[in-house]
């Protein structure tokens, strides 16, 4: 077993020498430093803690008109499900998800959302890519689409664009941009 | 063998050296509350229940820690609120029940027993008024409503009943690192040595406890369903565990020089940080600062899983890995023997599988690299199928590789199998070498059983077998006796030699003493048994010439 035993005489002064004060000030300067980090990854997690509030905001909402868009009296006409729109639809022409994002930014609390990392409205992307560090809280909607019986993978997901059409029963992924660019998925659901 | 090693043996108690649970010895006809208080609280019994008791409180506390954290993670509470709330009515039974027996008890306390209201002394004690307030809030919510938050605050409080543990620890630490340096006092609390007494235990344990939280916080990390709703636990867990581990590393390196053969402020230090258990510390911590400065320039998220390398940090002290590696470097010229055998079939696999199968398969079979892998795959009898040989010619080379394969892999295997059952032999044979020094005088010294009981933990050996050990020392001491040591022997040894020789002069004496000197005489000068000169010695050794 290792023993300092036979150190004990070399040194008669107890108290703590000026070695010992520098060693503690060193000790005091590095808990104080890696406190500081931590605070630094904490304010980093809360943005996206933030980010993961946002999609959960817009998840909920999401949801909700879900459960009432094809009733014909739906509080929100731009996402009204059956309308099916023209082949060559444009972005904000009725039963396209354009119109339902116009719609939802106009009028509803979702259009004061704040990307904590930019201090911007989130923006939708088609993916999040972590070499790109501007999509740090952005979010990303994707439509699954169910695949023939038998096929390896059980849906393929596509990024919903303003031009596609909303007149179905869809089921949804929402994720966020976390601050690594990594997507976080925040829930799928039917829309 | 004879009466007298009989009770040499008997009274060797191997449980007592190897500090073993011993039964604790206390009278059945003692009064109730003394009995209870002897096998509840009293420190000072060896084998009581004392240690128990405190060491589950203590993992109830933590547990309460633990609970009161994930209380605030509306995800993990709310689903699990009527356990979060069993938990809580549980905790507050047990530590009721501990407040009621100590208060119960405090007449039996030598804290208490001399003072005249033994009870009132120990309510109004500190530990008490930690004790009280760890439950209080709970009764008191039943009469007065009170703040969720504050409550849990309050409840935070039963973390300071863990004093009752560290408090005496710190106590015994003091008085053995009376008249040290504060240097040495650092020392032994992060490296063992005769000083750190308790106190370093908890505090390895400590350590020890946060290196597991941090490495289930990695592991859990990558569960996505749990990181959704634990991230900021994480991330706080991460920061605190990288600020006890960054202290444990300075202090580690600061202390390192009251270690025998670290001397030197400098190189001593540098030493240390060299040493593969310090270096490892080192890792455990880079990654988190490596992250917080480099993130921004680099994806550094794999840097994470380098944090699992604070797992081996639970090796340090680990006397199984000590000798592990001990065996590995010793066999190191043998195992590279075998590895170079094992890379030249290796690579003459993948050639001859790249010759055979390349015009048949030349999208598997592309180039000699991509053939390694294959080979690999078969002479270590994974064989995962992917790639496998079609061509006559390469699967009679497969089927004979594959067998040679069992052969050259298993190689390192048994080498380091039986070198590391060698080395536990030969520590063994050395501790028997040890015991056979130690029982010479038929007796154990202090310092004599503390080395038993070390090796003895070191190797672990169970009481039986220190028992066995011990009990064929004691039959080779026997044999010993009974067969003296050979005259070339002793004749090796001068010393021995003289010795010897005194011993012979003094039995011829006895012999002078004991038998009839006339018949000696006639008996030697009869048919000339001794001669002349052989007699005359006789005389001189007699004191007769």
């Known amino acids: 077993m290792a023993s300092s035993t036979d150190h004990t005489s070399e040194s008669r002064h107890l108290g703590p020498t000026a070695t010992d ?32 509030s946002n999609g959960e905001a817009w998840v909920a909402w999401l949801t909700e008109t879900g459960t009432t868009r094809f009733e014909a009296d739906t509080k929100h006409p731009a996402c009204k499900g059956g309308v099916k729109p023209a082949a060559d639809a444009k972005a904000n022409d ?98 | ?24 010895q206390i009278d059945r006809n003692l009064p109730m509350r003394k009995w209870l208080y002897s096998w509840l609280l ?14 589950w409180i203590s993992y109830l506390i933590i547990g309460n820690l633990f609970s009161l954290m994930f209380e605030h993670v509306p995800a993990v509470f709310e689903p699990n609120k009527t356990w979060f709330e069993f938990f809580d009515i549980f ?11 100590r208060f119960y008890l405090a007449p039996e306390d030598e804290e208490f027993k001399h003072r005249k209201h033994a009870r009132f002394g120990f309510i109004s004690s500190p530990f008490a008024i930690i004790d009280f307030l760890a439950v209080a809030p709970f009764y008191l919510k039943a009469f007065i409503p009170i703040d969720l938050r504050i409550l849990r605050f309050l409840r935070l409080l039963r973390i300071l009943k863990l004093f009752r543990v560290l408090i005496p620890a710190l106590a015994e630490f003091k008085e053995l690192n009376k008249d040290r340096t504060f240097r040495q006092k650092v020392h032994a609390l992060v490296f063992p040595s005769n000083y750190g007494g308790t106190m370093q235990h908890i505090f390895e344990v400590f350590i020890g406890v946060w290196v597991i939280l941090s490495v289930m916080a990695v592991i859990l990390e990558s569960v996505k369903s749990i990181n959704y709703i634990l991230h900021l636990q994480f991330v706080i867990l991460d920061a605190v565990a990288v600020a006890i581990f960054t202290v444990e590393y300075f202090m580690r390196i600061y202390a390192c020089v009251e270690e025998p053969g670290y001397k030197g402020a400098f190189l001593g230090r540098f030493r240390q940080a060299k040493n593969p258990s310090t270096f490892i510390d080192f890792l455990a ?52 023997a075998a590895t170079f055998i094992m890379m030249l079939l290796l690579v003459l696999t993948a050639s001859l599988g790249y010759l055979f199968e390349y015009d048949a398969q030349p999208e598997k079979f592309e180039n000699i690299p ?81 080395m038993i009981r070390s090796e003895a933990k070191r190797l672990h050996l169970t009481v039986e077998e220190v028992n066995k050990l011990i009990e064929v020392v004691v039959k080779e001491h026997e044999l010993e006796e009974r067969n003296p040591l050979p005259i070339h022997k002793i004749a090796e040894n001068p010393a021995l030699a003289v010795e010897h020789y005194k011993v012979l002069l003094g039995q011829i004496r006895q012999l002078g003493v004991q038998t009839d000197e006339a018949q000696f005489e006639a008996a030697a000068q009869q048919g000339a048994r001794l001669s002349s000169k052989e007699l005359d010695l006789w005389h001189k050794i007699q004191g007769k010439a």
């Open chain 1, 21 to 52: 004060k520098l060693f503690m000030f060193f000790l005091v300067l590095v808990v104080i430093a890696v406190t500081l980090l931590g605070v630094v990854n904490y304010k980093e997690a809360l943005k996206t803690e933030a980010s993961k």
């Open chain 1, 94 to 191: 009725a039963g396209t998800w354009g119109a339902c994002l116009a719609h939802i930014l106009a009028t509803t609390d979702l259009k004061d959302q704040i990307n904590p990392f930019f201090d911007k409205p989130p923006h939708f992307v088609a993916a999040c890519v972590p070499s790109d560090r501007t999509l740090m809280g952005a979010i990303l909607l994707e439509d699954l689409m169910p695949t023939p019986p038998g096929s390896a993978t059980p849906f393929v997901a596509s990024q919903l664009v303003e031009t596609d059409a909303i007149d179905y029963k869809m089921q949804l992924r929402l994720s966020v941009c976390d601050k690594g660019g990594y997507a976080i998925k925040v829930a799928e659901f039917e829309f």
């Open chain 2, 1 to 24: 063998m004879d009466k007298s090693r009989d009770n040499f043996l008997k009274d060797i108690n191997v449980e007592s050296i190897l500090g073993h649970d011993q039964e604790a």
């Open chain 2, 42 to 55: 009293d420190p000072h019994i060896p084998g009581n229940f004392q240690k128990d008791l405190d060491k």
């Open chain 2, 91 to 101: 905790s507050v039974a047990v530590f009721t029940i501990e407040y009621a027996l």
């Open chain 2, 285 to 336: 911590i880079l990654p988190f600062f490596l992250e917080v400065f480099l993130h921004h320039l680099i994806d550094l998220r794999f840097l994470r899983v380098f944090r699992l390398a604070r797992l081996l940090k639970l090796t340090r002290g680990s006397d199984a890995t000590a000798v592990l590696v001990k065996v590995v470097v010793r066999e190191w010229p043998v195992m590279g």
């Open chain 2, 370 to 450: 991509t053939s390694i892998y294959w080979a690999v795959i078969t002479l270590a009898s994974v064989g995962y199928g992917d790639i496998s040989p079609v061509t006559p010619m390469g699967r009679a080379m497969t089927s004979v590789l594959a067998l040679l394969g069992i052969g050259i892999f298993a190689i390192p295997a048994a080498l380091l199998a039986s070198a590391f059952s060698d080395e536990l032999v030969k520590e063994r044979d050395q501790l028997k070498a040890n015991l056979f020094a130690i029982l010479k005088d038929g007796n154990i010294s202090d310092a004599e059983a503390e």
